[in-house]
């Protein structure tokens, strides 16, 4: 006959009232788990399904020694069965990130057919190790009958559970009110027995049945897998952020079984430095001093500065996906080993040759192995250095040799929020003969390096998008400016090797009045004033600093940003990593009040951009779309393209280069343009056709005036001429009406566009470019005429880049209202002038395709793309793709990788 709560175990049906299912954090869901949960009040009962793919036979071998079970589950650092009783074992757990505690608990199998049985885990106090068993209790190799609690009342446990601490869990701490912090989840050493009818027949089984969570795990052959439950029961939860902690633990306890079936080696091997990473972080320290400590870290070190250790933790608020993509980039070392190259990869184990040049006055280097889990929404890393490896093609000179003895951290999403600890532990043996001076230097290197990464991972988990950090208003800069101020620190002379952040001046403590401001207040209480820090500090803070947190500083008050404005070997250094000429896009900076350019802006957005334009393209494809002239082409983001001729033919050409032929009628196309996945056509008759999806049959159509020549810019505006007038027309589409009118050049209008918000810039065949703003109804400025005309003009930034009928490309700011230079590209007339990413791209009557770069003051790096069998007509490019339409309506696609 089965225990009682055994019975009631089995027969409660998940899949009904009042349980519930609780969502997975992934889709399709590991091992297929599907989590629920029931309550009553704040008793909670908490239960995973999966299916696992092992024979029955072999899940009931592993169960038969609760040894197993304690090895698959890297939570549990140590078990050992006790000698009074197999059936009792004491295991040593993590219950939170920075304890361990020793608990006691009664293990038993219960097989109930030759499908099914019933793994359980029951607590036990710390005294009671030595079970009598009853007179008729019969053992044999399938069962461990007659459970010793089972002749208590059943609703004892449910009745004196109170809320403690989880067996396995990491960091998923839960006492009681008046527990001690040391109690265990099992163990709770204030428990006292109620005066039941149960205290009677405690005293026949020899056992205290603890208050607790009792541990089900049950297994049940099925036709397609082995059914796999785990149960916890009953909990005290008293908010979700615990609910979540359990579920997140109860669904690893799943996943690492699992592994440890399959005989997973990199899940082995990541279980294990699991252990040693709670190990370590339960080392005592007497050994070592504390020569730093803020509210992110603390850094000890021995007496002899060979070993460093760094310890903290944080609890910040993040996204799920987010947190996916900040800490799977995170190997826990990258900020101090900036040269790393990996010797070899696999999904979980990655082996790197890491050198730093943090740890000594020459580079030291070191072959580490670093092992990655990402379950769901909870994450850990570690490394560790091994002996040199065999395929490391890297030299390991004697004496700039260095050892990472632990680099680990661990994340856990829960809900909303996401709790982390990390360890570094490392072996210095060349700080040892170094002077306090120098010593000082680098504990601030390697310290500054290690909060600049906190500070990145924290606020880049928060953002909607972690790859713009530090791009909102909602940062907290004097945070930042409060966590980087122990970079200027000062050495105390009675402990040479105990540092401290720098002591600022205090304010005195002077009565309250009316008059008190808001600044003194805050310094009454902080004793910080961060106003008074002098411009060399703040300079210093600001060299330790990553350049996201520079930018954000620069943008608290002015006095900073002159700071930092004035600082040019910062900038010089920031360019110098990430930015280079190729990799600005078109438009590289917005204006600031006060002409202050946003420089984070500007190079955050050079950091996204990576020009694959070094190389010349891999593929060429040529297609024959038409017999007759094509005049544009545009790329939409959904990868189709649409080519489009004045005469008013119109070929969408697919991803797979399968291709679909339309027209539009009998008008002649006077402009047209792309907008992510939107087609706008502009027609010589008056009509603008806006073309959703670029489906031909899903259109919006509006009447505007009749032009001859029309072009499109941002936000359905239009700017529309006629061959024969010099009258430029700006339409607002979105209202249906022409905005306002210019007199523009005295000669024929070749080309216009909007180069910036408001400012519309025309060309004419005299050779002059002049610029309007339709705000003020005004002409802005005009160019001089230069010795030909321009035929057609892109622009980027201040710049005009356009190309004249001589073969000449011109380049020219129109903010100073200067030519800067030019360029001489072809002896035929320039038909297409393009620019992306600080690329120009021409196309001449002489049926080449040529390539250049510019900057500010530069244009060269000239090179032939390719030459064509007719002139070019139409161009698009980016990043990726370059095409080229012909006049004898060839079509060429080039792929740059």
């Known amino acids: 006959m089965l225990p009682s709560y055994i019975s009631t175990f089995l027969a409660d049906d998940v899949t009904q009232s009042p349980w519930e299912e609780i969502k997975n954090t992934i889709d399709p869901p590991l091992f297929c788990m599907e989590s629920y949960t029931k309550h009553v009040q704040n008793m909670y009962s908490l239960h995973t399904t999966s299916l696992l793919h092992h024979t029955y036979n072999a899940l009931l071998s592993f169960f038969k020694t609760p040894s197993n079970f304690f090895s698959s589950q890297p939570s549990i650092t140590s078990y050992e069965q006790t000698k009074s009783n197999g059936c009792i074992y004491t295991l040593k757990t993590n219950t939170s990130f920075a304890h361990l505690v020793t608990v006691n608990v009664f293990s038993q199998l219960i097989q109930i057919s030759d499908d099914e049985f019933v793994f359980c885990l029951t607590p036990l106090s710390g005294d009671d190790v030595t079970p009598v068993a009853q007179s008729n209790d019969t053992f044999n190799e399938n069962t461990i009958p007659l459970d010793p609690i089972d002749s208590f009342d059943t609703s004892f446990i449910q009745q004196t559970v109170q809320l403690t601490e989880h067996a396995f869990k990491q960091n998923l701490v839960i006492q009681t009110l008046n527990a001690p912090k040391t109690s265990g989840p099992f163990l709770d050493q204030n428990y006292s027995k109620p005066s039941t009818k149960g205290s009677e027949e405690e005293s026949k089984s020899g056992l205290t049945p603890k208050t607790g969570t009792v541990h089900y795990y049950h297994v049940k052959k099925l036709r397609d897998g082995i059914q796999f439950e785990c149960h916890f029961a009953p909990v005290e939860v008293k908010s979700n952020t615990l609910l979540i902690n359990y579920i997140n633990f109860q669904r690893r306890v799943v996943y690492h079984l699992n592994e440890y079936l399959l005989h997973s080696t990199p899940t082995t091997e990541i279980a294990e430095m699991f252990r040693q990473f709670h190990k370590y972080l339960n080392l005592p320290l007497e050994n070592y001093t504390v020569i730093h400590r803020n509210s992110q870290f603390t850094v000890y070190a021995n007496y002899d500065k060979s070993e460093l250790v760094i310890y903290g933790g944080a609890t910040f608020a993040c996204d799920i996906q987010n947190l996916v993509k900040v800490f799977a980039k995170n190997d826990g070392l990258a900020f101090l080993f900036p040269g790393s190259k990996d010797i070899s990869k696999t999904k979980h184990v990655r082996c790197t040759h890491r050198e730093s040049p943090y740890f000594g006055e020459k580079n030291v280097c070191t072959d580490c192995i670093t092992e990655t889990l990402i379950l769901e929404g909870n994450f850990f890393v570690a490394t560790q250095s091994t002996n040199k490896m065999v395929l490391c093609k890297n030299s390991h000179e004697e004496g700039q040799t260095f050892s990472v003895v632990m680099a680990a951290e661990q994340i856990e999403w829960i809900g ?16 040892r003969n170094m002077t306090v001076k120098a010593y000082k230097e680098y504990i601030n290197i390697i310290s500054s390096a290690i909060l600049s ?13 972690p790859e713009m950090w530090f791009t909102t208003a909602t940062i907290p800069f004097f945070d930042i400016l409060r966590l980087a101020i122990f970079m200027s620190v000062q050495v105390k002379k009675d402990k040479p090797f105990l540092y ?66 004035k600082a040019k070997y910062l900038w010089k250094t920031f360019y110098e990593v990430h930015c280079s000429p190729q990799t600005f896009k078109k438009w590289t900076s917005q204006k600031m009040p006060h002409q202050k350019i946003d420089y984070f802006l500007a190079v955050g957005i ?20 038409c017999e007759q002239k094509i005049d544009w082409i545009h790329r939409t983001e959904s990868g189709e393209s649409a080519i489009i001729s004045r005469s008013g033919f119109c070929c969408k050409l697919y991803p797979d280069f399968s291709m679909k032929y339309r027209a539009f009628g009998n008008s002649e196309v006077s402009g047209s343009c792309s907008e992510q996945n939107d087609i706008y ?11 959703w999806n670029n489906d031909p049959k899903d259109f919006r159509e509006i009447n505007t005036l009749k032009f001859q020549r029309i072009e499109f810019a941002p936000e359905k505006k239009m700017i529309g001429w006629n061959e024969r007038s010099n009258v430029v027309y700006f339409c607002d589409l979105n209202l249906n009406k022409t905005v306002c009118l210019f007199k523009a050049q005295r000669k024929r209008i070749t080309h216009a566009m909007e180069v910036e918000r408001g400012v519309i810039v025309t060309s004419s065949t005299d050779g002059s470019y002049w610029g309007f703003d339709w705000r003020m109804e005004n002409k802005v400025f005009e160019s001089q005429e230069m010795l030909e005309g321009i035929d057609v003009f892109d622009s980027f930034d201040n710049y005009l880049v356009g190309g004249s009928s001589d073969g000449t490309v011109w380049m020219y700011d129109w903010r100073k209202l200067d030519k800067c230079l030019d360029r001489t590209t072809s002896p035929g007339k320039i038909n297409q002038v393009k620019v992306w990413n600080r690329k120009i791209v021409v196309c001449s009557e002489d049926r080449s395709v040529y390539s250049l770069e510019c900057c500010k003051n530069w244009m060269g790096k000239m090179s032939v793309v390719y030459s064509l069998d007719s002139p070019v007509t139409a161009l698009y490019f980016d990043d990726v793709y370059l095409l080229t339409a012909t006049n004898n309506g060839c079509m060429y696609t080039s792929i740059f990788k």
């Open 606 to 625: 050079s950091r996204k951009t990576s020009s694959l334009w070094t190389r010349r393209p891999v593929s060429i494809r040529k297609m024959k779309l």
């Open 416 to 431: 909303e929020k996401a709790q982390s600890v990390y360890y570094y532990h490392f072996f210095t043996p060349q700080f």
């Open 453 to 465: 990464t906190r500070i990145g991972i924290q606020f880049g988990c928060a953002l909607p998008d």
């Open 500 to 565: 401290v952040p720098l002591e600022l001046p205090k304010v005195p403590q002077t009565p309250l009045t009316t008059t008190t401001t808001a600044f003194e207040m805050r310094c009454r209480f902080s004793y910080v004033s961060f106003t008074d820090l002098d411009e060399r500090v703040v300079t210093k803070v600001m060299s330790y600093l990553p350049l996201e947190s520079v930018c954000a500083l620069m943008k608290t008050s002015r006095k900073y940003f002159g700071i930092g404005y």
């Open 681 to 691: 056509v502009g027609f010589g008759n008056g009509r603008v056709r806006f073309y």
